[in-house]
């Protein structure tokens, strides 16, 4: 254990930063990657109708979402405001708009190199493109990726989510935790009978109910502290420049998934970089790679720069103690403050929803490792049983190896990744140049009988990047 907390300490989380910030720079130059910022780009992807057959890209998009969305994106984002002060905001923005190119890039080449299971579905995750990348070495490398994987599924994925549900359960309702990780077992079991068109379909609902509720909330609070409003927001850009809120942004944005002590902990924010989500998204039914990976895009958007913000804006408004180390109750207090004791008793729902969402999607990615090794019955049932062990493990009792090993696994799996995202970025490039192609040719067919335009268009010089 003294070993596994010194890697982490002083190896795998001072890399983590200095690796995502260069990945995604790398990308943003190399691949002219603001091309797939531009509202219509978006927009023509977010429009297009879902095929008949499979997943539907959006719903894709949903099951790598539940995934994100846990009990940080509430109380992560204090973490890095008690680091870095109200600038760790404005640093937690430039964060998401580098790591949007690494999510969009990884989810490109799982569905380049995605192949179609025993069963007929579609396979895929960083596993299978890091095989092909390292040629004959590749099934041994892949096969670690998918091992720490499996290692983080039932850490990070089970027991810390679990554990943050059943506490604040418990503490609020008095329900008892091990009820709650019985609970939660069964309906996790219950929803992996139906597959990935199950999980999908759940999560299609679930996670924009639970995203809009708690957008909601924010905005209720934040419509109490309209006066305050405009000062936390001047506060953002007046201290932004400083080494602080340099440091607690960009690493509150990279390790705030995970709160332990009240501060980050080596967990990503929204998991771009790491290998996790192309796991998900390669089910989904698209003719073009790269159309999936806008998708990851607006995910991290509606991750980091949508929820995470109006966290922030409230902590800040509300005038809370910044200095208080505990996120978790940073949070609680800011959000009391203007809503009352309800809105304790909504976070409270909310984490257990997060909680659920997460864990269900990380149950995923582990059956999709365990179809790695073979996904033979008795594979996926030892699985199943190490997971739904975990849960019922960690709605008691969280020992700290267990933080240790989540952020040991995910630090590999992210140093392991990264340079495969830049080594393969040709091909990456090459799926981005076709889909710029075809939206360009879908524009073209296109009539345009705007007023002022004369039926010409006049948006095509922005798909080519000029």
């Known amino acids: 254990m003294e070993l596994l907390a010194w890697l982490n300490q002083t190896v795998i989380l001072p890399a983590l930063p200095v690796c995502l910030m260069g990945a995604g720079i790398w990308y943003g130059v190399f691949l002219r990657s603001h091309r797939l910022l531009y509202p219509r780009v978006i927009g023509e992807v977010l429009t297009c109708p879902a095929g008949e057959s499979g997943v539907s890209p959006r719903a894709a998009m949903t099951v790598a979402l539940a995934g994100t969305l846990g009990v940080g994106n509430i109380v992560g984002v204090a973490g890095a405001i008690s680091l870095g002060g109200a600038g760790a905001v404005f ?107 199950g999980i999908a379909a759940l999560t299609e609902r679930l996670v924009p109910l639970m995203s809009v509720g708690f957008l909601l909330l924010s905005v209720g609070a934040l419509f109490c502290f309209r006066e305050k409003l405009p000062a936390a927001i001047a506060e953002i850009f007046r201290s932004a420049f400083t080494l602080e809120s340099g440091v607690g942004g960009v690493g509150g944005f990279l390790l705030s998934r995970s709160v332990r002590y009240g501060a980050m902990r080596g967990l990503l924010s929204n998991e771009a970089g790491c290998g996790t989500a192309p796991i998900a998204h390669a089910s989904a039914n698209v003719k073009l790679p790269a159309e999936q990976g806008v998708w990851g895009i607006v995910e991290v958007f509606v991750d980091t720069i949508l929820l995470c913000t109006v966290t922030a804006l409230v902590i800040l408004a509300s005038g809370a103690d910044l200095a208080q180390s505990d996120g978790m109750l940073l949070t609680l207090s800011a959000y009391r403050a203007a809503l009352g004791e309800g809105a304790a008793w909504f976070l409270c729902a909310a984490i257990a929803v997060f909680a659920y969402a997460t864990i269900l999607c990380w149950a995923h990615y582990g059956l999709g490792c365990v179809k790695w ?40 799996m992210t140093l392991l990744n990264l340079p495969v995202l830049c080594i393969m970025m040709p091909e990456v490039r090459e799926e981005t140049e076709a889909f710029l192609a075809h939206q360009r040719k879908k524009l073209l067919r296109r009539p345009h009988n705007r007023a002022g335009d004369g039926g010409k268009v006049t948006s095509i010089s922005g798909l080519r990047g000029k």
């Open 373 to 412: 090794f073979g996904g033979q019955r008795w594979q996926v049932y030892l699985f199943l049983g190490i997971y739904a062990a975990s849960i019922l493990f960690g709605s008691v009792a969280a020992p700290d190896v267990v933080w240790d090993l989540a952020d040991f696994a995910m630090g590999c």
């Open 91 to 197: 640093w937690m923005w430039i964060s998401a708009l580098l790591a949007m190119v690494l999510k969009y890039a990884e989810i490109t080449l799982a569905l380049r190199h995605r192949r179609t299971g025993a069963d007929g579905q579609p396979l895929g995750g960083a596993m299978y493109y890091i095989s092909v990348c390292f040629g004959r070495w590749g099934r041994v490398i892949g096969s670690i990726f998918a091992l720490l994987c499996l290692l983080n599924a039932v850490t990070m994925g089970s027991v810390v989510q679990i554990r943050a549900a059943s506490s604040a359960l418990t503490e609020m309702a008095g329900i008892p935790a091990l009820g709650v990780g019985a609970a939660v077992s069964v309906l996790v079991l219950l929803a992996l009978r139906r597959g990935i068109r």
